[in-house]
């Protein structure tokens, strides 16, 4: 399966749907879910230094016999090791660890007060040296990205967030659109709640497909990056296969209104 790119400001481009690697440790499951991922198509995978399994992805990666100009691998520098010295320092074990030179993406993982603009600077150095293709940030709020103005040489291109049918964040999003940062979206899944919502079920059974199926195609006909995380085969494989229906306006205008503002994840709101 060819899954669609979306284009990025800096001329590159990203998977619009990418594994999530979040809580993924062991090794064994790692790798099953790696594997079942490519077969099915998968070539985008999302990973982070405070995911601590950036080493299991480089693993998996060389064993797949596939070339690394093949893949789209994205890491994130972690809250710990902001600051430009430790941003630096940090990216050059993550690129030991992924068993490559470059990422096509990097992130700084939450806007840390007073250490965010050092870390991006250093972010701007790892592009400008070839190590990172593409740079951006996760977890920014628009306060936090209209700051960026003011000091970064090189604007993100992805702002990466918690969004699904219960999180919207249509404020955000607009911004986003409007400033030429694609919108990549975590726990669109909602980590499992909300599958026994009736709207979501009456719109999937529509469609003859299932609730994730659904909460997963929102964000695709809105233009957004998709990153379901799961370990299990046959969800893994649900989660992609997501491009042989579409949602009409009814259909859009029900899922508008399941909008709740309701985060799982840690909040970036009240960050100064």
């Not at 840390?112 to 150095?125: C, D, F, G, N």
Request: overall charge neutral; charged content about 25%; glycine content about 4%.
């Amino acid at each position: 399966m060819k899954i669609p790119s979306l284009p990025l400001a800096d001329k590159h481009k990203i998977p619009q749907v990418g594994l999530g690697l979040w809580q993924v440790k062991d090794s064994d499951e790692f790798k099953t879910s790696f594997d079942t991922a490519i077969a099915a198509g998968y070539r985008h995978f999302d990973s982070a230094q405070a995911y601590a399994n950036e080493q299991l992805l480089g693993e998996a990666w060389q064993a797949s016999g596939l070339k690394r100009s093949e893949l789209f691998i994205t890491t994130k520098i972690a809250v710990q090791h902001f600051g430009y010295h430790l941003a630096k320092s940090s990216f050059e074990e993550s690129l030991q660890k992924l068993q490559t030179d470059y990422v096509d993406l990097i992130l700084l993982h939450f806007p840390v007060t007073l250490l965010r603009k050092k870390s991006w600077q250093a972010l701007e150095e790892f592009q400008a040296a070839g190590q990172a293709k593409s740079i951006g940030v996760s977890n920014y709020t628009i306060r936090h990205l209209e700051e960026m103005k003011e000091y970064a040489k090189v604007v993100p291109v992805i702002n990466q967030v918690e969004l699904h049918v219960f999180l919207q964040q249509p404020e955000l999003v607009k911004y986003c659109k409007d400033n030429g940062i694609v919108v990549e979206a975590y726990s669109p899944l909602v980590r499992g709640k909300g599958m026994d919502n009736k709207t979501l079920l009456a719109i999937a059974k529509k469609h003859g497909k299932s609730v994730a199926q659904v909460m997963l195609r929102l964000w695709i006909e809105r233009g957004i990056v998709v990153l379901p995380k799961s370990v299990t085969p046959s969800r893994i494989k649900e989660n992609i296969d997501i491009f042989d229906f579409q949602l009409d306006a009814d259909d859009m205008a029900k899922l508008t209104a399941l909008d709740q503002d309701e985060r799982t994840n840690w909040s970036p709101v009240h960050v100064p």
